[in-house]
Structures are given as C-alpha cells and as structure tokens.
C-alpha cells in the first residue's frame, strides 16, 4: 500500500468513527507523515482560537488542571471519611484521581511551554548574541514539536486500542478508560499551538529588538 492510499485509509478510518478501523489504520506507517501535518494544521487552529478569544488563552489550561486538581482532592477527602467513618469505600476512588492527575500533568505541560518554565538554560543563553539565542528558540520549538507529534501518534494509539476493547476504569461499571486517554493527544496539541505561539514572539522580538530572552517564572502569566 502507497503512501497516499494509507493516508487515505487513515482519513476513512476516522470518518467511519469504528474503533476497530481506527486501531487498525493507525498501525500504518503513514501516520509519522500525517502526524505532523495534523499537529501543525490542528495548533495553528488552536491559536487562531485563542487570538479570537483571549480568555481561552489566559485560562484553558489553567482551568482544567485547577478543575482536575480539585476533583482529585474531593475524592480523596470523601474516599478518607468514607473509610474511617463509615468503614466504607468506593471501588474507583483509588482509580479515577491517577487518570485525573495525568490530565493535569499533561495540560499543565502545555501551559508550562508557553511559560518557558520547563528546562531552558536561561543563564546560559543570556550570555549568547542575539542570533545564537535565537537558534536556541527556534531549536526549542522544533525539539517541542517532535516531542508533541510522537506523544500525539502514540497515545492516539493507546486511545483506539482502548476504545476497540472496551476498556473500563477498574472499579467502575461503563466509565470508558480512552475517555481520559483522549485527553493526552488534545493536550499535546495545545502545547503545540502554544510552540506556534511561542515562535512568533520570538522572532517579532528579533525583528524588534527586543530581548529573547526572559526570565521564567512558575505560575506566572500569558
């Protein structure tokens, strides 16, 4: 099968929305070339949400892992009542919060690459030109990228193995596992509409001649 036919195969797989097709087609080595077609298509749609709505740009990400982090919380605190109080326990409650907290872990990595607060040698690169520092971050956003689009192959395929065998949470009854496990290539697609972002700050500061280099701060702002 050529290259065109597989990505064909891949598209009609999607379409017909069947699990079982999806797995199949997504073992197909065309996906690496459409990966990341659809990463680089899928986050310039992303910015150009956020450039229309600024509150989505402030406040996703943030919002969903404050949302996650408190729904792990209330968990937790009843699953404690319920067991020394009422020598009770729900069989999900150990179950649900790791899937919730990998939701946080992920969307708070893309929140986190438009922040610049993941390992960047900033001291380093302060010393450097204009031009070399701008290497940096422009090799910062490919290296960014790579990484998003085999997260995103990958664990879409973690996702259709999931669904194809009607995997269920452990201790639930008809809570599916690939409903969180979607949420991994979603985020990641953020990350790279914040990558995309990112970039474009970077080189209107080089054209500007506005410092590259900024310091990072945790939990800082857009």
């Given at each position: 099968?050529?290259?065109?036919?597989?990505?064909?195969?891949?598209?009609?797989?999607?379409?017909?929305?069947?699990?079982?097709?999806?797995?199949?087609?997504?073992?197909?080595?065309?996906?690496?070339?459409?990966?990341?077609?659809?990463?680089?298509?899928?986050?310039?749609?992303?910015?150009?949400?956020?450039?229309?709505?600024?509150?989505?740009?402030?406040?996703?990400?943030?919002?969903?892992?404050?949302?996650?982090?408190?729904?792990?919380?209330?968990?937790?605190?009843?699953?404690?009542?319920?067991?020394?109080?009422?020598?009770?326990?729900?069989?999900?409650?150990?179950?649900?919060?790791?899937?919730?907290?990998?939701?946080?872990?992920?969307?708070?990595?893309?929140?986190?690459?438009?922040?610049?607060?993941?390992?960047?040698?900033?001291?380093?690169r302060t010393n450097m030109p204009p031009r070399g520092q701008m290497a940096c971050l422009i090799l910062d956003a490919v290296l960014w990228f790579g990484f998003a689009v085999i997260v995103m192959v990958t664990t879409a395929r973690l996702t259709a193995l999931s669904?194809?065998?009607?995997?269920?949470?452990?201790?639930?009854?008809?809570?599916?596992?690939?409903?969180?496990?979607?949420?991994?290539?979603?985020?990641?697609?953020?990350?790279?509409?914040?990558?995309?972002?990112?970039?474009?700050?970077?080189?209107?500061?080089?054209?500007?001649?506005?410092?590259?280099?900024?310091?990072?701060?945790?939990?800082?702002?857009?």
């Amino acid at each position: 099968m050529g290259l065109w036919q597989q990505i064909g195969a891949i598209v009609a797989a999607f379409a017909s929305q069947d699990s079982f097709e999806i797995r199949s087609a997504l073992r197909l080595d065309a996906v690496w070339v459409l990966g990341p077609i659809v990463a680089l298509l899928g986050g310039a749609a992303v910015l150009w949400l956020y450039r229309r709505v600024p509150f989505l740009d402030r406040h996703l990400e943030r919002s969903i892992m404050v949302y996650s982090y408190l729904a792990i919380a209330l968990i937790i605190f009843w699953g404690v009542i319920d067991r020394f109080v009422f020598a009770n326990q729900q069989p999900w409650s150990t179950t649900i919060p790791p899937l919730l907290f990998m939701i946080m872990a992920w969307f708070g990595a893309a929140f986190n690459v438009r922040l610049r607060t993941h390992l960047s040698f900033a001291e380093f690169r302060t010393n450097m030109p204009p031009r070399g520092q701008m290497a940096c971050l422009i090799l910062d956003a490919v290296l960014w990228f790579g990484f998003a689009v085999i997260v995103m192959v990958t664990t879409a395929r973690l996702t259709a193995l999931s669904a194809s065998n009607f995997q269920i949470v452990l201790g639930t009854d008809n809570t599916m596992q690939w409903w969180f496990l979607i949420t991994a290539p979603l985020s990641f697609l953020l990350m790279v509409a914040r990558v995309l972002e990112n970039l474009m700050d970077d080189l209107r500061n080089y054209r500007t001649g506005q410092p590259l280099i900024k310091q990072a701060v945790i939990g800082g702002d857009v």
